[in-house]
Every structure is written in structure tokens, then in C-alpha cells.
């Protein structure tokens, strides 16, 4: 059980090292951005202290989105990969019991939604939606499909590289991070309209997750390692919309 009388109040994000609500090249952020100035708060107790998520929260195969929308006896399709890391806060400290949510396009590069029109076919045994907490050591793991790169209406020729989204929930609302992770060697993160956004190009390294072949499941999975920083002048970039600010 979490020592309420411990909680202290968060380091504010440093906005001006995240990208701009309103960033013109990202068609999306123009409508999405806030008109007014934002008014920043000090923390309340509930921010500093919830929400509090147990391992019980989860259903089995929550962290594994290869099989835990499929058929009993069948997997998605497209190449296996396991994303792990660590979830810490701006001083380099394991957050515990933080809920790690990610959802992801299929193999092929779309999303089982009904507003993707994508050409795409779906995959029927692909959700592409996904839970994990991570442990007392700030540790997490899930398995899936490398997801593939698709267009988007945001420019005349426009592609997403290959990425996972994710939202974080760490040990209090004000570390609530929305963000998206790519992978190490994909050409298409430097054409990236949202990548673009980021102040400072090399920003783009904290968004990217690192190939791990010394955790590879043999004839199974490439594994990637991604690490994610809440706060400080080390976290990692939340996504340039409302609810990521």
C-alpha cells in the first residue's frame, strides 16, 4: 500500500523540450491544439497519489497481443516481436505498478477501427489492443506483430512509419504520458510529419526502440528494448494533443 504522507508534488513537465500543441505540418494538431494559453495547477493529493493498479486488474493474456484477440489455437499474422523496458521518473526511480496501455495498426498497417479505410485487409485474429503492469522493479513486457507502415490523409503523400501508441498511468494522474514508439533502423521515422514536431531532432532517439538480440525467443520473436521516463529533463515526448499535455 502506497505511504500517502511520502507523496510530493511533481516536477512540471518542461514544455517548451515537447513538441507544439499547434504544429501546422501535423494537419491534425491545427484543430486539436488549445486556443487559449494553459493555466497550470499545483498538485492536488489524489494527482500525487492515484491511481494505485494491481497485477489482478489484467486478464491473462492481456500482455500478449498475438494471441489475446485470436481464435483458441490461432495467432496474428506478421512478424512476432517482444517490447520490454523499464518505467522510471525524472531522478532515474522505477515507478512500480505503473499501467502501460498500447494499441497498434495489424502486420499490414491497419487498425481495426471503423473509420480505417486503409485497403489493408483485417486480420480476424488481431485486436491490436493490449494492458501490462510493470513490476516492483519498474519493469515491463509485452508481446506482439511488428505493425506496418500505412498512409495517412496528412499531406498528398504522407506515411506513418511502423509504430506502437501507448499511454502510461504512473504512481499519480500528473505523470499520465501519451506517447508513440518506433523502431531502430526504420527510414521512415526521419519523414515523419509528427516526428518533425519535436524541438530538437535527436528527441526522436527517445522515441525509438532499440533492437535486443540478447532477449530474441529463438524461431519465435525479435525482442526490442524501449525505456520511458516520466518527468523530468529525461522523458520521454508525449504526443502533441490535448490529452497528452
Request: aromatic share 12%; glycine share 10%; with cysteine.
Amino acid at each position: 500500500m502506497r505511504n500517502y504522507t511520502e507523496a510530493k508534488p511533481f516536477v512540471p513537465r518542461d514544455l517548451d523540450a515537447h513538441p507544439p500543441s499547434y504544429a501546422p505540418g501535423y494537419k491534425t494538431s491545427v484543430l486539436r491544439s488549445p486556443r487559449l494559453a494553459l493555466v497550470s495547477f499545483t498538485n492536488s493529493l489524489t494527482e500525487a497519489t492515484g491511481p494505485v493498479f494491481g497485477h489482478a486488474t489484467l486478464g491473462p493474456d492481456d500482455h500478449d497481443l498475438a494471441v489475446n484477440y485470436a481464435a483458441p489455437g490461432e495467432s496474428a499474422i506478421g512478424e512476432r516481436i517482444i517490447v520490454h523496458g523499464r518505467v522510471v521518473d525524472g531522478d532515474g526511480k522505477a515507478v512500480p505498478g505503473a499501467l502501460l496501455e498500447v494499441w497498434q495498426a495489424n502486420a499490414g498497417g491497419r487498425y481495426r477501427h471503423i473509420r480505417d479505410g486503409y485497403l489493408a485487409p483485417l486480420d480476424p485474429n488481431f485486436g491490436g489492443c493490449g494492458r501490462v503492469i510493470t513490476d516492483e522493479n519498474g519493469y515491463y513486457w509485452y508481446r506482439t506483430v511488428r505493425p506496418g507502415a500505412y498512409p495517412w490523409p496528412n499531406r498528398a503523400n504522407d506515411w506513418r512509419p511502423a509504430h506502437i501508441h501507448f499511454s502510461v498511468f504512473g504512481s499519480g494522474f500528473a505523470q499520465r504520458l501519451i506517447s508513440q514508439l518506433y523502431f531502430e533502423g526504420d527510414p521512415m521515422i526521419a519523414q515523419c510529419p509528427i516526428v518533425g514536431t519535436l524541438p530538437d531532432p535527436e528527441a526522436a532517439d527517445l522515441l525509438t526502440a532499440t533492437l535486443d538480440m540478447d532477449n530474441t525467443v529463438p524461431f519465435d520473436a525479435r525482442a526490442y528494448r524501449f525505456d520511458i521516463v516520466l518527468r523530468g529533463r529525461r522523458s520521454t515526448p508525449f504526443e502533441n494533443k490535448l490529452e497528452g499535455n
